[in-house]
């Protein structure tokens, strides 16, 4: 929009700019056009668009093809939108984007974030939409220069932190341009940037524990000007030949460590536990049938490669909420290494029956004992690696404690998410998931079904036997 087209909507809105909702509109409309073409939308996007205000890039996103989904507090330029950009492929949200369920975007193949983000909130809304596991394949964002400085700054550099290092723990930042305050009405105190950011790939670092990393960098930076081993001594006893190990400067400062040279000093705290391959190759499983009836014993390396039948267990663990966790599989897996499946799985080994590998695998994996409740069963397939599954589901009341050597990452998320997940993006998961998750909600719908007609049933029974 113009400079003369901003005014004459304001006008029609009879709207004051208000200065806490970030409510500077860009009048460039070259730049405008220019950010929309970094994002490299195609029709089968769908595109997040925060804080759309009177559609300065929203015009130029549906000129992409893509599906527009605009959040916007403000009702009165919520309104401004649907009266001046009806159209098909958009959709207008009227709520505070800090309070948008960004898990729900799972359900779309590929989402992309846009936005000119409120200098006052934009690290809340930033950190909100970057949270593990994300659905979200590039953000495309205006903030504060200062901001996008310390978002994309280098080791060693006044402008790199802790919000540096948590953000590029799982993503890389690329500061594309300065753009100057003048381009916007009402004009702001400061200049802005736009970054762009795209997932790294989960391969490209180390395996490390997020939390206790992001613990460790807490500490490290509270006082930047005082050496790391004055910051650190309550998480590392014996610095210098920690240091002297990982060549890192024993008088080193929190900005003088690389985001690998941190994930190397929180590896040396808390180092993780190494995959057994030899003993993974050499568990003993029961061949069965195809009555599930067992025939004889084989070495792992011997079922998977040979594609014989055996049994598994997977487990669905629920919170009072009523979500289920899921895990990323570690990447050390030899099968479907990390893709997302059951809260535990795993195989029933010689000796063992299905019960007792559901308690096992539910100890070793997520650190925890509940009552499970044995629910169905799933016949062996190529869909599930020649597996006859029993799934279980429990309850927990706590947290989870999830073996690292044994999982990347997990989440509590609703069914509901997880049903368009699975439906948008199968290539996310197990296979054997898949299979066991789709006869789960089968079955479910199923007996909500026979629950609401039992007392129609019922009651049809009583008045069969009534007399008259």
Not at 4 to 10: M, N
Not at 174 to 182: E, H, I, S
Not at 192 to 219: C, F, G, K, M, Y
Request: charged share 25%; hydrophobic share 40%.
């Amino acid at each position: 929009m113009k400079l003369s087209d901003i005014r004459i909507a304001l006008r029609e809105t009879r709207l004051s700019p208000v200065k806490t909702l970030g409510q500077n509109f860009l009048h460039d409309q070259n730049l405008a056009r220019w950010i929309v073409d970094q994002a490299q939308i195609t029709p089968d996007d769908y595109v997040v668009e925060i804080g759309p205000g009177l559609g300065a890039l929203t015009r130029f996103i549906l000129e992409k093809g893509a599906h527009v989904l605009a959040i916007e507090k403000d009702a009165r330029l919520a309104d401004f939108l649907r009266a001046h950009f009806g159209h098909e492929r958009l959709e207008i949200l009227k709520i505070d984007a800090l309070k948008f369920d960004s898990r729900s975007l799972f359900a779309r193949r590929t989402a992309k974030l846009l936005g000119n983000l409120p200098y006052n909130i934009s690290s809340a809304l930033l950190l909100k939409f970057l949270e593990q596991p994300n659905p979200i394949s590039l953000w495309l964002l205006m903030l504060q220069k200062e901001v996008a400085a310390r978002l994309s700054a280098s080791p060693s550099t006044r402008d790199y932190g802790a919000l540096t290092l948590r953000v590029q723990l799982h993503h890389r930042v690329k500061y594309l341009r300065t753009v100057p305050a003048t381009v916007f009405f009402p004009r702001p105190e400061v200049d802005s940037a736009v970054v762009q950011i795209l997932p790294r790939d989960p391969l490209e670092l180390p395996q490390r524990d997020d939390q206790s990393l992001l613990r460790l960098i807490r500490a490290g930076f509270s006082q930047r000007r005082k050496q790391l081993r004055k910051l650190v001594r309550e998480h590392i006893n014996d610095w210098d030949t920690v240091t002297r190990r990982l060549k890192i400067a024993a008088n080193a400062r929190a900005e003088e460590l690389s985001l690998l040279q941190w994930i190397a000093l929180a590896n040396s705290i808390a180092p993780l536990p190494p995959p057994d391959t030899y003993l993974t190759k050499n568990e003993r499983f029961p061949i069965v049938d195809k009555n599930d009836r067992i025939l004889r014993y084989a070495n792992r390396s011997d079922v998977h490669g040979n594609n014989l039948r055996h049994r598994a267990v997977h487990i669905l663990i629920f919170n009072q909420a009523g979500d289920v966790y899921l895990q990323q599989r570690s990447r050390w897996k030899d099968r479907h290494p990390l893709r997302w499946d059951s809260s535990a799985a795993g195989h029933v080994a010689d000796g063992e029956s299905y019960d007792d590998t559901a308690r096992r695998e539910l100890k070793e994996e997520l650190c925890v004992s509940v009552p499970l409740e044995k629910v169905l069963k799933v016949p062996a397939s190529q869909s599930t690696d020649q597996e006859f599954v029993w799934l279980y589901r429990g309850l927990t009341f706590g947290d989870l404690v999830p073996n690292k050597s044994e999982i990347e990452q997990g989440a509590f998320l609703p069914p509901t998410i997880i049903d368009r997940w699975t439906s948008a993006r199968p290539q996310d998961f197990a296979p054997g998931f898949l299979e066991c998750w789709k006869a789960y909600r089968r079955k479910t719908r199923s007996d909500r079904q026979a629950a609401l007609e039992l007392p129609h049933i019922l009651t049809k029974a009583s008045g069969a036997r009534s007399p008259g």
